[in-house]
């Protein structure tokens, strides 16, 4: 980049940007402690809106259904991811390229689409097979969109790995699974966390594949989204707070990891020279 | 710290999915209801009396629910539709029959809304709401409309009428103040109501079901027209506003509770219906939703004010000018999805 | 190479679950759009759509809007951003990513209490007097001036539009600023020594070397901004119908016909994958994911 430092412009500018961003979230916190119902003229200063929210059973069987369900699709799809990329890593790349094209599909296809087809399908199956739209097919859907981001997430650190790792542990006397568990499983466990809170967050935020295969079932999303069709209540401000100082903790926990990793692996570098 | 970060998560995880396996042992009742419709203290109450689990959610227009459950795929115990769309659905084969013996409470209905057009053999329902619809606006803003149809087509209040959001309610009120039969299948007749919505649409503020509560309470339209419970319920919250029912005639409906083809928990739904009949619970539905309630034993116990009240009880000569809707035959309904998607396009 | 083979076998599970739960549900969508209630094939869907050409045409003007928007919006911040410091760098990125993870609908639905005609902004110009001051100068410019008490700001294209660009803004700027950030500074220097200035650096070097984020970028804002639902039906009142709703009033909403709606969904998917070409052309996927 250009030597010169920012000016007051450049700084400005950026202030602006974050400011447009958190202005509207700025808002929904502070209306949640607002004593009457309104969203725009303050009142006063009141916790009440929380005490309803947990008293919400039907936000709070939301929540739960939303965490369950980003739990295990994180966890499933993080281990199917991580194998499919072992294995197509270790593909020839004649079907390698194709492969990997078709796990972009998810990826780059637009949320509607997906939920629209794997709502067609699930019906289609349902008739024959005698099962409905639910908590099963809510967790197969999105199993299905997040494992393309963590082979997305995993794949680059195969790339990046020493091939003759692997066969020097072997050299030294590892069997082939414990080369693997070892060596292989550390080097790339950056990319398989990543992608597990990849997969996790996506899950969490889903709202428009959850919403045309979750059948009788409701994620948190789908519960915000049928509040806003009636009488809104700042429960739903009150719950946006929770929801922001639990990810706002989350990304810092997960910063301060990578800038603990980004040191060690200076320190690591370093060390190796000498 | 990586450790117990993992160990944390499996944790969490385990314990997740334990709860899950756990929960599934109980008996539950999936209800699927008209939004803002119901007291929902009532679901505490009645897992205490029977220890079933009330699994709630909403939908916003009868065509939504025929969408839902025509797409299959899906489980619903109790539904609650209202009268045209139950004789569409007995029509189609998509309901069951209730079995009357679970439901005893059925004796507290007023024998006037059973065994009506839409369920003449009284096997496929009961009810649970009654209405008509009527024209809710705000005094502040409207001066002393006439108490015409007119008044949710005049430009005067452009940008601030809200009209329905579903096809059927939205070309009734065109029809009516067209002076055709609400029911008709004539094609001219049809065409006519369905230009008279173009030229509405310019001067709404938007379509809306459930979000005109917080829209006229909040004052941010004038003009809406919507059920009488739920108008009830917005004049309570919001003393500016006023209703009418339009001089052209209205609709009437009767909104109830059916079981769909195929429901799982067929029992726990007739046992969930019978204990919506109960008269406490009537009363508490009908106070908090604003509906009347067609329970014989309910209505006896209401104090002379409530049953004075002409929102909830409407009189003989405002009944007498109101038409129901009946299932329209299968070209009709083609033809209101077309108009209704070309409109909304 | 032995093991190689073996290892390659962990990947066909993901193949089947793939071929499963993505290609067929997608070669549902086509039999769907080309078949009828009755099972036979007809293009009668497609010909239906020529009544819908104004949704399209107004899905595609204000998601080129948004994208166009989030660009301008997005590439000078990007760049301002790629020339400070590794740390200030860091927190930037991590509060540009914050808000992409509250829900979605949340986000929207901060707009609507602020846009509304009773809302926050429309209370706050009315307090401080501007509303009345805009009412003086129509009513002295024009004598048929109705004065009015709110801005329209809720319900209208504008604050689609507006949804779109607050929703997507970050999917702009972080694609650009990981390509910026890249650009070799030797690169850079060897400009300046052979005499640039600083805008011709700008217009010369950095510009074009960062195109294959812009294209990300544009990728990334379009496609979901073509395909929202819930921003026209929040933020637009229900009087803008965008692609989205079409399909959705088609499965769950008050006009069933899963015909018509698979057909509009190819033809989205189309427009979808000739931004997936595209962008393929310019890069690998991985870099969104690391991004996201």
């Known amino acids: 980049m250009t030597n010169k430092k920012n000016g007051f412009w450049g700084r400005f500018l950026m202030f602006l940007m974050l400011f447009f961003l958190y202005a509207p979230i700025f808002v929904l916190i502070v209306f949640s402690f607002n004593s009457s119902k309104s969203r725009s003229v303050w009142t006063g200063f009141t916790t009440d809106w929380y005490v309803k929210l947990l008293h919400n059973s039907a936000i709070l069987n939301a929540l739960y259904t939303t965490l369950l369900v980003s739990v295990l699709a994180a966890i499933i799809a993080t281990i199917a991811g991580t194998f499919a990329s072992i294995g197509l890593y270790n593909m020839r790349r004649r079907w390698r390229e194709p492969l990997l094209q078709v796990n972009n599909i998810p990826v780059i296809n637009a949320d509607i689409i997906t939920g629209v087809s794997l709502c067609i399908l699930f019906v289609f199956l349902g008739r024959r097979l005698g099962f409905e739209l639910g908590f099963g097919t809510l967790l197969i859907a999105h199993v299905t969109f997040n494992i393309p981001y963590v082979i997305l997430s995993v794949m680059p650190k195969l790339r990046q790995l020493d091939n003759n790792l692997f066969e020097a542990a072997q050299d030294l006397g590892c069997t082939w699974m414990q080369a693997f568990v070892k060596v292989i499983i550390p080097e790339i466990m950056p990319g398989i966390v990543n992608g597990l809170l990849m997969a996790f967050t996506l899950s969490v935020d889903d709202f428009v594949i959850s919403y045309f295969t979750a059948g009788s079932v409701e994620t948190l999303s789908m519960r915000i989204y049928a509040m806003t069709k009636k009488r809104i209540s700042p429960e739903i401000n009150a719950i946006s707070t929770i929801l922001f100082v639990t990810i706002l903790l989350l990304l810092i926990i997960i910063n301060v990891r990578e800038a603990r990793q980004e040191k060690a692996a200076k320190k690591r570098r370093e060390e190796f020279k000498q | ?345 | ?292």
Not at chain 2, 307 to 336: G, H, K, M, W
Not at chain 3, 38 to 55: H, L
Not at chain 3, 63 to 68: E, F, I, L, P, R
């Open chain 2, 1 to 345: 710290m990586k450790k117990i970060l993992c160990l944390a998560a499996a944790l969490m995880a385990v314990l997740l999915v334990f709860t899950a396996c756990g929960s599934s042992e109980q008996e539950v009742v999936n209800v699927y209801n008209w939004g803002e419709n119901i007291d929902e203290t009532i679901f505490k109450d009645f897992e205490k009396q029977t220890g079933i689990k009330v699994n709630y959610k909403v939908y916003e227009t009868n065509e939504q629910l025929y969408a839902v459950l025509k797409q299959g795929g899906v489980s619903y115990d109790v539904i609650v539709p209202s009268d045209y769309m139950i004789s569409r659905m007995i029509a189609e084969d998509m309901l069951e029959k209730i079995d009357y013996s679970n439901v005893p409470n059925l004796s507290k209905i007023d024998p006037n809304y059973l065994y009506r057009e839409f369920d003449p053999e009284q096997e496929y329902s009961v009810p649970y709401t009654w209405g008509i619809v009527g024209i809710v606006y705000n005094t502040t803003m409207v001066e002393d409309p006439e108490e015409s149809w007119g008044l949710l087509f005049d430009d005067k209040y452009s940008g601030q009428i809200l009209q329905f959001d579903n096809s059927r309610d939205a070309m009734a009120t065109a029809l009516f103040y067209l002076g055709y039969d609400v029911n008709t299948t004539d094609k001219a007749e049809l065409d006519e109501a369905y230009q008279l919505l173009v030229q509405q649409k310019p001067i709404l503020q938007g379509y809306v079901m459930d979000q005109m509560f917080d829209k006229m309470e909040g004052g941010e339209a004038a003009v809406g027209v919507y059920y009488a419970g739920d108008c009830l319920t917005m004049i309570d919250n919001n003393p500016d506003l006023a209703y009418f029912v339009p001089e052209e005639g209205s609709n009437f409906f009767v909104d109830a509770m059916c079981i769909p083809k195929g429901a799982a928990n067929k029992k726990n739904a007739e046992l969930f219906i019978n204990f919506m009949c109960e008269t406490d619970i009537c009363l508490r539905n009908m106070d908090v939703t604003g509906y009347a309630t067609p329970s014989a034993e309910a209505y006896a116990e209401l104090d002379e004010e409530t049953r004075e009240n002409d929102i909830l009880f409407p009189s003989e000569e405002v009944l007498s000018n109101c038409q129901t809707y009946i299932n329209l035959p299968a070209d009709t309904l083609e033809l209101y999805n077309d108009y209704w998607t070309k409109l909304k396009s």
């Open chain 3, 1 to 292: 190479m032995k093991n190689r083979r073996l290892a390659s076998l962990s990947a066909y599970p993901y193949v089947v679950w793939m071929a499963i739960f993505v290609v067929i549900p997608l070669v549902l969508v086509v039999f769907y759009a080309f078949t009828n209630d009755a099972g036979q094939f007809t293009t009668a869907n497609f010909n239906e759509m020529g009544s819908y050409t104004m949704v399209f045409v107004r899905s595609l003007v204000l998601s080129a809007a948004a994208t166009a928007v989030c660009l301008i919006l997005g590439y000078p911040v990007a760049y301002v951003l790629a020339k400070e410091s590794a740390g200030v760098q860091r927190i930037a990125l991590m509060l540009l990513m914050l808000p992409m993870w509250i829900n979605f609908l949340l986000r929207t639905y901060a707009w609507m209490s602020i846009l509304e005609n009773t809302g926050l902004l429309n209370t706050l110009f009315s307090d401080i007097g501007l509303i009345a001051l805009v009412n003086k100068i129509g009513s002295a410019l024009s004598s048929s001036y109705v004065p009015i008490d709110h801005f329209q700001m809720i319900n209208t294209q504008g604050a689609v539009i507006l949804g779109m660009v607050y929703n997507y803004l970050p999917f702009m700027i972080m694609p650009i600023h990981s390509v910026i950030v890249k650009i070799d500074r030797a690169t850079i220097e060897a400009a300046q020594d052979l005499g640039a200035d600083d805008v011709t650096v700008f217009r010369k070097v950095i510009f074009p070397l960062s195109l294959p984020g812009v294209l990300s970028g544009i990728t990334m804002v379009f496609v979901p901004s073509v395909s929202t639902f819930i921003l026209s039906k929040l933020l637009g009142g229900g009087t803008t119908m965008l692609l989205g709703d079409l399909i959705e009033l088609q499965f769950m909403g008050g006009a069933y016909n899963p015909h018509l709606g698979s057909a509009i969904s190819l033809i989205m998917m189309i427009i979808v994958m000739v931004c997936m070409a595209l962008m393929n052309r310019f890069g690998d996927g991985e870099d969104q994911a690391v991004m996201l």
